[in-house]
């Protein structure tokens, strides 16, 4: 069975860190990019971060640039998010997600096709 | 960065009824255009992906349309498992935003 779950999840104060990590199953991980999605308390989706399949290219949601950092190990199918100095802001569900590909002649289209339960974090002192 | 604008934000509907969503970039994004479901305490599903194909195991009764700036989510014949809430979401470029939701209530 395709699946990722996600861990690492929990209470945390202000100006502290975090570390989810995302275990894959059921499918090559190093074949795929990679995503974070955080949904705040009765709000909508926000896409985080992706990774590349070797990691060698990375993108951020700005309010989340210089502060959480992205990663993954193929070895291990998994995949990481290092949270730091993490606001009251940052509170949400934390989906991981894989990223699908269809190509066509000319374009590569990308979708989010395999998620996570996701993992809670909250921030408050 | 490419902002997503879903309109409306919720609507209600009875069993049978057909339902339409927009959803709006805030700049020409060819076909990169996905939607997803989500109930209530579960994560996301992949309905529709490149704005019109249907993905594997969604029931046909969905579709989508739109290329550039402006796309549709075309429920035809509500069923009671489709109360939900609709994203659009934009892969032209990252960072890959969603829109802000649209929740299809019971009539």
């Known amino acids: 069975e395709v699946q990722v779950v996600e861990s690492g999840g929990g209470l945390v104060q202000p100006g502290g860190s975090l570390r989810l990590s995302c275990a894959a199953s059921g499918f090559t991980f190093s074949s795929y990019w990679m995503c974070w999605v955080r949904q705040a308390p009765g709000e909508g989706l926000e896409w985080v971060a992706n990774i590349k399949q070797d990691g060698s290219e990375r993108y951020y949601v700005d309010s989340v640039k210089g502060r959480f950092t992205i990663s993954r190990d193929n070895a291990k199918d998994s995949l990481y998010l290092q949270m730091n100095n993490l606001r009251a802001e940052d509170t949400a569900v934390y989906y991981c997600g894989r990223v699908g590909a269809t190509v066509t002649t000319s374009y590569y289209y990308y979708y989010i096709d395999v998620w996570g339960k996701g993992t809670t974090v909250t921030v408050s002192s | 960065d490419i902002q997503m604008t879903q309109s409306p934000s919720s609507l209600s509907a009875s069993v049978g009824d057909r339902v339409t969503i927009t959803c709006r970039a805030s700049q020409s994004i060819s076909s990169y255009l996905n939607w997803y479901q989500q109930k209530p305490g579960k994560a996301p599903k992949l309905l529709i992906y490149?704005?019109?194909s249907l993905q594997s195991e969604v029931p046909s009764r969905f579709s989508g349309s739109g290329s550039g700036t402006d796309f549709t989510l075309t429920i035809t014949t509500l069923q009671p498992e489709d109360f939900a809430t609709y994203y659009c979401?934009?892969?032209?470029?990252?960072?890959?935003?969603f829109g802000q939701g649209t929740k299809v209530e019971i009539k």
């Open positions: 490149a704005a019109s």
């Open positions: 979401q934009q892969s032209y470029r990252a960072p890959a935003a």
